[in-house]
């Protein structure tokens, strides 16, 4: 069947945002929120503790007041209270059992359980460490939270003629597939063929819809048949801060083994800031909201902006860089990477609980 695309943006800028990222023309409709603009809901901070240094921006919450972090460094799994004890920290580098190859992100389950994705085996554990099940998965499998007896990722389709993004709902007794489908390329959906970066991870919604980010504000909602597109009315143009160069030389070259040239590092930093933020962009909640972290000004603080099926309804500001966050209930568990004093310093981490309103109470 060939998609159904809707488009919805907010009247008084849609259509020249549309026409600044050369998208298809949008059928615009109207919002509260005035382009770059945000209306702040309430969150308190409750609790901070520090975690180790990493590279990987994956978090969950596998209960309230329990977060599990990735120390990609010594390649384990590191599960914290927010009183500051620690659960767990389990995991070495190695291919048997309880071993990761490094390729790692976590993933909530239930009843307490945490998913680890290791490129192609998603193994689940007690947040001490104790193996539950291990199962093969798709290579560089990307999960969705929350997951039950299966979980839902998208992973690459190598040799692929065309690109396009291929999710699969796997059993996780078994290995098999339950079903696999192909989200269309984002050009089929009148963006940019670039815009598949955006595609890399996504969030699992009520019903088994799915939410993906794909260039500069515009989002994508999925349930297997029908294509729906719109855009955060909050987005404005930003460049890259010094910080966010750094960060991108490092991250370069850790990935790479060698620096970027200075011609690409110039390209960047002359280059529009991708919406959301890369390795865990968006989720949804226990009230069927999506959230998403957005790449605004996040040297003292960072913004999610959330969403009502297309409709924006608020967002919430949080202290510090955000490079991952997941919900649980009305807990929102935030990794966050803190600036230094000195700009020659090592960014400290961490992860700050935050307690926010449930809808209708705001």
Known sequence: MSPRIVQAAAARWCTALSSALALAPAVCSSTEAEPGNLTLLPAERIASVEVPLSVSVSVALVDSSTACVVDSYEVQVVCVRSDGSTVGAFGREGEGPGEFEGALRVVRGPRGTLGVSDGDRVTVFEPSGTILSSVQVPFQFRPMAPFGQTIVGAYDMSGSATYTMPVAEVDLGTGDFVQQRSLPHPSELGMPMECERGYTTGALGPAGRMAFGTCQSALVLWDGDDVVTFRDPTYASELPTETDVETHRERWRLAFGVPPSESQMLAYAETPKWVTIPGRPLIYDDWGRLWVAIQRDRNA?????????????????????????????????????????????????????????????N
Do not use: C, K, M, N
């Open 301 to 361: 603080s960072s913004h999610f902006s959330i969403f009502s099926d297309t409709t924006y309804v608020g967002s919430v500001q949080v202290r510090d860089r955000v490079e991952g966050y997941d919900l649980l209930g009305s807990t929102l568990a935030v990794l966050v990477e803190r600036l230094p004093d000195d700009p020659a310093g090592i960014p400290g981490r961490g992860v700050d609980w935050y307690r926010f309103e449930p809808p209708g109470r």
